[in-house]
């Protein structure tokens, strides 16, 4: 939801699948970047190598990121953001 604040700004609420999705997608980035830089797979070491844990860690950060991508390409418009 759009709000227009007193400075002529648009500001928009995020709902909570909004801030759980961009907090995996954090995950799901930094993970990657230990990965690159250190070949350490943090959720791996937490979780286990190949166990269920990791596995679904690994599908929810997939998640996210197609949500946040689908989020990301929504027209205004469709989202409730557009002037009448």
Do not use: Q
């Amino acid at each position: 939801m759009a709000i227009i604040t007193s400075k002529g700004t648009v500001a928009t609420r995020r709902s909570p699948a909004d801030w759980l999705a961009g907090a995996l997608v954090i995950i799901g980035a930094l993970n990657w970047g230990l990965i690159g830089f250190l070949r350490f797979d943090l959720v791996a070491a937490i979780f286990g190598a190949d166990s269920a844990g990791s596995r679904i860690v690994y599908v929810l950060v997939g998640l996210a990121g197609l949500y946040a991508l689908i989020r990301a390409f929504i027209p205004a418009r469709e989202r409730g953001l557009a002037h009448h």
